[in-house]
Structures are given as structure tokens and as C-alpha cells.
């Protein structure tokens, strides 16, 4: 029987399938019943599960990310879809097609990289240009920042998500940059580039996404920062020596990209260039957000349900033909 997709999932749909679980959570009712809260995955999407009345034996057997087979059945809670679990049945992850639930980046990765490096060959300072030579040159790295996610769940969350966001950002950031010539375009690119660069050291994907403890400890803007100090530890010791007002400026937006103290930058926006990154940063951020959310909404209604993050709905009709 062909799998039941996320997306396909309707309000009512009686279900009995495999799907990717992570971070199950032995919770008590207000009456003082056990429940679980988890997510259930697959490549187009994640909704929460819950299974009430249950036991701690029944939690102690499900594993903190792997598979299960549930029998249960999908409902609108609040406006959103959610998946009751009547039960489930622990299956094997070699059983399973890792493709089927691990969503992943549907643009080319190859040629993604390709004009990632082409766009930051553009950046002339000496000292940003051997920055940037330098993680463009380590291995390890490439191959992480080229499969790591953006985020785990508000945008660009599947595997390749950070490259597609770094990318296009890079695209608008030049397509701009000429509106604007008192911008430091090398700053802006360097920028850019290694904004999110900590992601690849916070958050896991092996199966399923979740965070590394380092992640949760420091999060991606402080190890982004800490990668960037071995980076340039690593010039200094090839006699490439970069100036450190520069280097405060660059560290300067990666801190700050959100924007806003309670969206996890440690500082506010005080430059010119700080502000142009976290404007693109957070432009592109939300059109990843709101169309993957207009597009995999379940169902066919003109709205979403209210999109919380967003604090409206979604108005999926397209009116030009």
C-alpha cells in the first residue's frame, strides 16, 4: 500500500502507517492523565501526535527519533491538524526509505554551491577574501553546510535548507547591493555567507532534526562566532592577519541578524550592513515560510489555519491565472 503522505492527511482520515517520530514528551492532562505529545514526519511535512491515556511503559517504548507504525486518526485542533495515536508498533529504520522522511531541498545542490562561490569570489577586501577562502576550502564544512537544514521548523527546515537560504540571500543581496553604494558589499557578503554557519554545529540530522547539546547550550549565532576565531587563528598562523575593526564589524551582524533581542540576537542592528543582512535575511526567511505553508497546507480551502508564528492566516487562492 502506497504511503499516506503528510500533506495528504484530512481532518477525519482514519490512519494506519509508518511515520518518523521525534521528541516524545510524557505530559499530564489537567485531570491528571498521562499523555504524549511527539511530532510525526515525513517529507512533506511534520504534525503533532498525541496518544492519551496512556502509561509510562507505553512512553518508555518509543525511541526519542526513529519509526513507528500508528494506527490512529487525524483532527483539527485549534485550526491546525494533529494525529491521534490509538496505537503503534516500533519498526526498524533499515525497513524504511530514509527519502520518504527526511524532507529535503527540491533545487539543485550542485549548482547552488556553484554560484554561492562564484558570487563570493566578488569579495576584494585581502583579509575577508582569504575569511571566506578559508571555510570555502575546509572539507568537512562544505559537506555540512551544504546538507544541513536552515531551521527546525519556522523556515527552510529540510535537509539542504541552509544552503538554499544562504544562496538566495547571496542572490538578493547583490541584486540590491548597486541601490545602495555606501554599503560595504564585501562586509554584506562575507556576511551572508557565514551568518548561519553555527547551524551546521547546532542542530542534528541524522534522522529526524533536533539539537546538538552545543546548540542548545550556545546556539548558531555564538558557535557561528567561535568557528570564525578558529578560521582566523588558522590565517594568523599562515601570516594573514585581519584587522580586528574589521573582524568586530563582520561578528558584529552575524549578532544581530535577527534583529530583535527576543528573536535571539544577542545585539541589535547598529550598522548600515547589519541592518541590510538581517532585512534579507528576514525577507527570505518569510517568503520560505509562507509558501511552504500556502502550498502544503492539508486540504484545499482558500485559507490556512491561523498561522501562529505569523499571527494571521494565509490566503492560498492565486488570483492570476
Known amino acids: 500500500m502506497a504511503h499516506l503522505f503528510i500533506n495528504q492527511i484530512e481532518p ?56 513507528i507504525r500508528i494506527r ?78 536552515g531551521g527546525m521548523q519556522i523556515h527552510h527546515n529540510y535537509l539542504g535548507g541552509l544552503l538554499e537560504h544562504t544562496h538566495s540571500m547571496l542572490k538578493v543581496a547583490r541584486a540590491i547591493l548597486p541601490l545602495y553604494p555606501q554599503i560595504q558589499a564585501d562586509l554584506v557578503l562575507t556576511a551572508v555567507f557565514l551568518h548561519d554557519a553555527g547551524k551546521t554545529k547546532e542542530l542534528s540530522y541524522q534522522m529526524g532534526f533536533s539539537y546538538t547539546d552545543p546548540g542548545q547550550l550556545l546556539g548558531h549565532m555564538v558557535l557561528g562566532i567561535q568557528m570564525i576565531d578558529k578560521k582566523v587563528d588558522a590565517l594568523a598562523k599562515k601570516n594573514i592577519v585581519i584587522d580586528p575593526t574589521v573582524l568586530d564589524s563582520l561578528k558584529h551582524i552575524i549578532l544581530s541578524h535577527h534583529g530583535q533581542y527576543d528573536f535571539g540576537s544577542p545585539k541589535l542592528p547598529a550598522t548600515a550592513e547589519a541592518f541590510f543582512v538581517y532585512y534579507i535575511d528576514n525577507l527570505d526567511a518569510k517568503m520560505n515560510q509562507v509558501t511552504e505553508l500556502i502550498n502544503n497546507h492539508p486540504g484545499n480551502a482558500d485559507w490556512t489555519a491561523y498561522q501562529k508564528t505569523l499571527e494571521t492566516k494565509l490566503y492560498r487562492k492565486r488570483p492570476l491565472k
Do not use: C
Open 12 to 67: 477525519g482520515v482514519q490512519i494506519n502507517d509508518v511515520y518518523m517520530v521525534t521528541q516524545p514528551i510524557l505530559r499530564n492532562t489537567t485531570r491528571g492523565d498521562l499523555y504524549i505529545a511527539m511530532y510525526l514526519s515525513d517529507m512533506t511535512g511534520k504534525v503533532n501526535g498525541r496518544m492519551w491515556r496512556t502509561t509510562e511503559a507505553v512512553y518508555s517504548r518509543l525511541p526519542s527519533e526513529g519509526f
Open 72 to 149: 490512529g486518526v487525524a483532527e483539527l485542533y485549534q485550526g491546525t491538524l494533529q494525529i491521534v495515536v490509538n496505537d503503534f508498533v516500533v519498526v526498524e529504520a533499515d525497513t524504511v526509505s530514509l527519502s520518504d522522511y527526511m524532507p529535503r531541498t527540491k533545487k539543485n545542490i550542485s549548482e547552488m554551491l556553484s554560484e554561492t562561490k562564484r558570487i563570493l569570489a566578488e569579495v576584494r577586501h585581502q583579509g575577508l577574501n582569504a575569511l571566506v577562502d578559508e571555510f570555502l576550502g575546509d572539507a568537512d564544512f562544505m559537506r555540512e553546510f551544504a546538507a544541513a537544514p
